[in-house]
């Protein structure tokens, strides 16, 4: 067994509410279940903990929303952890008091992620969120008095109802807070979720309107010094967020909870998301239900193609090499799309403005038996 992994991803599912456009895994309140559920989760880490380094570099609490969670049950939780550089909890504006950002400093977190998604009540109730501008303006106020130097907020776009205007002011309130970083993602609605439903033709307008959203998020961003370092995010001050950062990397990663993924050795893992069977696995010792997934080098090194060149750092080209095809790479360095530097690849400015589009050409087929 592995003991070189160095990433540890922790799924808390408990949601007050669900959200319409979330697709995440989420339990909505079960707080009877929150105990058995931290129980599960110790459990599961002691199984695994022999693949985990001894010095762990990352660790991501994510959900659902972990700030949900009752506060000793997450205290206990994060105290059984092991420590890292970087410790992020995930935290809904509305769930974050003096006492809670107090907890989390005492556990050691050393990042908070914060999902304002909007300042404009209108957009907010749209997205089914419950949070309230002043509530995320208080709630950064309550995490810079216990000390927190790196927070992160997350801001959507694309959402029905929303012009350029409104995405401006968003910025603009963001950007007065002075966080250390921001993710800002086009919102997806998924086919069949009732918001989809609710909101089928304005989405359809949004998404003619989403690269102009984009450029704008961009260059209001980037002008006001915060550095574009991954497709959806930006950061101040050397501030990456280097639990991401491993993902886009191909860095092995460690996940533990229900719906949580692993990948290990060339190995990948997804928990299966039924919490009574989480629960009740790992109360007799055993490993939860999963899904496994070996991965074929061919498939790493295409995914190392596909998340490296989200980053604005150059992916190096012998990483890459046999998932290239290297007449689409002429072409689109002729267009202006890619450029080589030093060993390197990066897409150009306009390249990461068409993303995927761009990446997609860049693959070849490759059958999957054709290297080991």
């Known amino acids: 067994m592995s003991s070189s992994v160095r990433h540890l991803y922790v799924h808390l599912p408990f949601c007050a509410w669900r959200c319409g456009y979330c697709d995440f895994v989420t339990l909505v309140g079960r707080r009877g279940d929150h105990g058995r559920y931290v129980d599960a989760l110790v459990a599961e880490l002691e199984l695994e903990r022999d693949r985990l380094a001894a010095e762990v ?17 997450l205290r206990r939780l994060l105290e059984a952890l092991p420590s890292a550089e970087e410790v992020t909890v995930e935290a809904n504006p509305e769930t974050v008091t003096p006492e809670l950002a107090a907890l989390l400093s005492e556990c050691g977190v050393t990042r908070v992620s914060l999902g304002a998604q ?17 509530d995320v303006r208080r709630a950064f106020y309550d995490l810079r008095d216990a000390n927190f130097d790196n927070i992160s907020l997350d801001l959507i776009y694309g959402i029905p109802g929303q012009e350029p205007a409104d995405l401006e002011w968003d910025l ?54 915060y550095r574009w370092y991954e497709t959806a995010n930006f ?27 692993s990948t290990v050795d060339g190995l990948r893992w997804r928990n299966l998301p039924a919490l009574p069977r989480y629960v009740s696995a790992l109360a007799d010792g055993k490993a939860p239900p999963r899904e496994l997934e070996p991965l074929a080098a061919s498939t790493q090194t295409q995914e190392r193609l596909m998340l490296g060149l989200r980053l604005d750092d150059p992916l190096p080209f012998a990483e890459v090499a046999a ?18 530097r030093g060993d390197g690849l990066v897409l150009t400015r306009r390249g990461r403005f068409l993303g995927g589009g761009v990446t997609a050409e860049l693959l070849a087929e490759i059958p999957a038996n054709n290297y080991n």
């Open 57 to 73: 570099e990352t660790v991501f609490v994510g959900g659902g929303t972990p700030t949900f969670t009752e506060p000793p049950e």
């Open 118 to 134: 909007s300042f404009d009540e209108r957009l907010l109730d749209v997205l089914d969120r419950r949070a309230r501008p002043e």
């Open 172 to 225: 603009g309130e963001a950007l007065a807070l002075g966080p250390e970083h921001l993710s800002c993602y086009e919102l997806e609605a998924k086919p069949g979720t009732r918001f989809t439903h609710a909101h089928g033709e304005e989405l359809e307008r949004q998404a003619e309107s989403m690269e102009g959203y984009f450029e704008l998020v961009v260059d209001t961003l980037t002008d006001a010094g």
């Open 235 to 261: 950061c101040r001050d050397g501030r990456r967020a280097r639990h991401n950062l491993a993902y886009w990397l191909g860095r092995d990663y460690l996940g533990l909870g229900i719906g949580s993924v």
């Open 323 to 340: 998932a290239l095809d290297l007449a689409a790479l002429g072409r689109l360095e002729g267009l202006g799309l890619v450029e080589k």
